[in-house]
T-cell receptor
Framework: ETGVTQTPRHLVMGMTNKKSLKCEQHLGHNAMYWYKQSAKKPLELMFVYSLEERVENNSVPSRFSPECPNSSHLFLHLHTLQPEDSALYLC??????????????FGPGTRLLVL | AQSVAQPEDQVNVAEGNPLTVKCTYSVSGNPYLFWYVQYPNRGLQFLLKYITGDNLVKGSYGFEAEFNKSQTSFHLKKPSALVSDSALYFCAVRDDSGAGSYQLTFGKGTKLSVIP
C-alpha cells in the first residue's frame, strides 16, 4: 500500500474554499486514476491519465480539475464544492495504461468533508 | 456495456469455516475479473485477478476465486476464515471488447464479518 501515497488523508473544507489533493506513486507506473467512493455506491471513475495525458473524463463537474505534471504525481484541484461531494477520493496507478488485464494499485484515500 | 453484481451486502461466517463472497458479471466480450479488499479507512488492496487460462485463481492471504463462464460468476473463496479477514470486498470487471473503454467497473461491495 505504500506504493501509492495520498495527502492529506483527511480534509474539511467550506463550499467557497479551494484545495488540492495530491497523489504520488512510487511504482514506476505510466497510468494514474482518480476515483470517488461514496457510501452505499460503487466506485466511480473520475479521471484517467496515461503517460501524463488525460484519456478519460467521466462527465465530472468542472469544480473538479485534475493535473498530472509527470507520471509519478497526480493532483485533484477542488473549488466551490457541494456537500454531496463529500466522499473518499482514491488515487490508483497501473503499469501500462488502463487496458485489458492491467492491475490497478490504490492509495489509502483522502476523506473529504464539505461543509 | 459491462456490469458486475455482488448480490450480498453482508456475509457472516464463523472463524475457521470456509467463506464465499459472490460475484456475477456481464460483458460483451471476454471478461477480465478482479477482487479487491478494503479495510476501514484504507484504500483498496488487490487480491487476485482472472485474465485467461486456469479457471481457479489463487491470490493473496489464502484467497482464491473460480471463474465460471457458463454462470458468468467469479466467486471469492477461502477454506478457513480468519477474524482479520473481516473487511469490505469488491469485485470488478473489464470487457476485452473495448466497449467499456478504460472503465474498470466495480460492484457495490460485500461486507464480510468473521465471528470469533
Amino acid at each position: 500500500e505504500t506504493g501509492v501515497t495520498q495527502t492529506p488523508r483527511h480534509l474539511v473544507m467550506g463550499m467557497t474554499n479551494k484545495k488540492s489533493l495530491k497523489c504520488e506513486q512510487h511504482l514506476g507506473h505510466n497510468a494514474m486514476y482518480w476515483y470517488k467512493q461514496s457510501a452505499k455506491k460503487p466506485l466511480e471513475l473520475m479521471f484517467v491519465y496515461s503517460l501524463e495525458e488525460r484519456v478519460e473524463n467521466n462527465s465530472v463537474p468542472s469544480r473538479f480539475s485534475p493535473e498530472c505534471p509527470n507520471s509519478s504525481h497526480l493532483f485533484l484541484h477542488l473549488h466551490t464544492l457541494q456537500p454531496e461531494d463529500s466522499a473518499l477520493y482514491l488515487c490508483a496507478s497501473s503499469q501500462d495504461g488502463p487496458v485489458e488485464g492491467e492491475t490497478q494499485y490504490f492509495g489509502p484515500g483522502t476523506r473529504l468533508l464539505v461543509l | 456495456a459491462q456490469s458486475v453484481a455482488q448480490p450480498e451486502d453482508q456475509v457472516n461466517v464463523a472463524e475457521g469455516n470456509p467463506l464465499t463472497v459472490k460475484c456475477t458479471y456481464s460483458v460483451s466480450g471476454n471478461p477480465y475479473l478482479f477482487w479487491y479488499v478494503q479495510y476501514p479507512n484504507r484504500g483498496l488492496q488487490f487480491l487476485l485477478k482472472y485474465i485467461t487460462g486456469d479457471n481457479l485463481v489463487k491470490g493473496s492471504y489464502g484467497f482464491e476465486a473460480e471463474f465460471n463462464k457458463s454462470q458468468t460468476s467469479f466467486h471469492l473463496k477461502k477454506p478457513s476464515a480468519l477474524v482479520s479477514d473481516s473487511a469490505l470486498y469488491f469485485c470488478a470487471v473489464r470487457d476485452d471488447s473495448g466497449a467499456g473503454s478504460y472503465q474498470l467497473t466495480f460492484g457495490k461491495g460485500t461486507k464480510l464479518s468473521v465471528i470469533p
